[in-house]
């Protein structure tokens, strides 16, 4: 079992950048596939990047391509996801996540732990 927990969100004007953490509280992430998404006011929550075990592959939604990179550091027990380019439509409560099997499609019943979120606003 695995408990996390998401810091680093915040107010940031469009263009900007934020880089948010992800902490194993208890337990590693060493074992998980590791995965964040995202919930905007009004919309389901999406899947924006995920990484294996052993940083081993990463995967990107479309929408976030090529303006957020997931990384990970096991040693520490933390994750990131560095986030550029801020638009307002990124605004959202951002979760990361970490699951057994990931297949890197996005699937949120592969991730059997979540974290509480934090809360991301793009202002225009």
């Known amino acids: 079992q695995v408990q996390l927990a998401e810091s680093g969100g915040g107010l940031v004007q469009a263009g900007g950048s934020l880089q948010l953490s992800c902490t194993a509280s208890?337990?590693?992430?060493?074992?998980?596939?590791l995965g964040w998404f995202r919930q905007s006011p009004g919309k389901a929550r999406e899947f924006l990047a995920a990484?294996?075990?052993?940083?081993?592959?990463?995967y990107y939604s479309a929408a976030v391509r090529g303006r957020f990179a997931i990384s990970r550091d096991d040693p520490t027990n933390t994750a990131y996801l560095r986030m550029n380019s801020l638009k307002p439509e990124d605004t959202g409560v951002y979760y990361c996540?970490?699951?057994?099997?990931?297949?890197?499609?996005?699937?949120?019943?592969?991730?059997?732990?979540w974290g509480q979120g934090t809360q991301v606003t793009v202002s225009s």
């Open positions: 996540a970490a699951g057994d099997q990931v297949s890197g499609w996005g699937i949120e019943y592969e991730y059997g732990y």
């Open positions: 208890a337990g590693t992430l060493g074992p998980y596939g």
């Open positions: 990484v294996k075990q052993n940083d081993a592959s990463k």
